[in-house]
């Protein structure tokens, strides 16, 4: 079955970056769309940005210009280059790829 493991995630200052993984197995990674989610209490899961096969990337608008999703085919991973992190962006990130989730990743951003 298909297994998505996030990390990467961890405290960071505001103004911080880092960088997310998902390591999918149990699926032909590359003819997937795979996106990025999060998830703050109490709200929607939402969309941050995603890929498609054909590697068109799509972003949210809060966070164009700072992330940048990408994927290795090869590695069957994908990543979340994440930059000028903010306090509001405290948040569990998580990969979906076919309608399946990761556990997801905590990212704490300090003011």
């Known amino acids: 079955q298909v297994q998505l493991v996030e990390s990467g995630g961890g405290l960071v200052q505001a103004g911080g970056s880092l960088r997310l993984s998902c390591a999918a197995s149990?699926?032909?990674?590359?003819?997937?769309?795979v996106g990025w989610y999060r998830q703050a209490p109490g709200k929607q899961r939402e969309l941050v940005a995603d890929?498609?096969?054909?590697?068109?990337?799509n972003y949210a608008d809060s966070v164009k210009g700072r992330f940048t999703i990408s994927r290795d085919n090869a590695k069957n991973t994908l990543y979340l280059q994440m930059k000028s992190l903010k306090p509001e962006e405290t948040v569990v990130y998580y990969c979906?790829?076919?309608?399946?989730w990761g556990q997801g990743t905590q990212v704490t951003v300090s003011a």
């Open positions: 149990g699926v032909i990674f590359r003819i997937y769309r």
């Open positions: 890929i498609t096969s054909g590697m068109s990337t």
């Open positions: 979906e790829l076919g309608g399946c």
